[in-house]
C-alpha cells in the first residue's frame, strides 16, 4: 500500500520560510515524479512543482508563480520530497498536498502539470502566510 505522508506546514509572516516535507513508502521511490500541489479556500488545487526522473541534466519544474521563491529536492535514500518555500506572501496560504505519479519513469513537463497523473496523494499540510 502506497502511503504519503507530509509534514512541515504552519503559520508564518509574510516575507518568511517553510519547508515542507513529505515520506513516501509502499513504492520504488526513486522511480516515480514526485510533485506538490496546493488548493486554497474556494478554488481549485493547482501545481506548484515537480521533481521528475530523468537521465541527465534539471529535473525540477516550477509553476510561474512560485518560481524562484520555491524550491523542490528529494533525498531518494530517505524517501523523501521536499519543498523549501522562500519570501512567501498571503497568496501562497493554502493546503499543500504531496503526489507520486501514476506512471514510473521519464514523464514530460506537459505530464507533470496535470494532478490527474498522480495516482498517490498525502493528506495535506496547512500553510497559512500573515500579511
Known amino acids: 500500500q502506497v502511503q504519503l505522508v507530509e509534514s512541515g506546514g504552519g503559520l508564518v509572516q509574510a516575507g518568511g520560510s517553510l519547508r515542507l516535507s513529505c515520506v513516501t513508502s509502499g513504492r520504488t521511490f526513486s522511480s516515480y515524479a514526485m510533485a506538490w500541489f496546493r488548493q486554497a479556500p474556494g478554488k481549485e488545487r493547482e501545481f506548484v512543482a515537480a521533481?521528475?526522473?530523468?537521465?541527465?541534466?534539471?529535473?525540477?519544474v516550477y509553476a510561474d508563480s512560485v518560481k524562484g521563491r520555491f524550491t523542490i529536492s528529494r533525498d531518494n535514500a530517505k524517501n523523501t520530497v521536499y519543498l523549501q518555500m522562500n519570501s512567501l506572501k498571503p497568496e501562497d496560504t493554502a493546503v499543500y498536498y504531496c503526489?507520486?505519479?501514476?506512471?514510473?519513469?521519464?514523464?514530460?513537463?506537459?505530464?507533470?502539470?496535470?494532478?490527474?497523473?498522480?495516482?498517490?496523494w498525502g493528506q495535506g499540510t496547512q500553510v497559512t502566510v500573515s500579511s
Open positions: 521533481s521528475a526522473v530523468t537521465w541527465s541534466g534539471d529535473n525540477t
Open positions: 503526489a507520486t505519479a501514476t506512471d514510473s519513469g521519464f514523464r514530460s513537463r506537459s505530464y507533470l502539470y496535470h494532478h490527474n497523473n498522480y495516482a498517490y
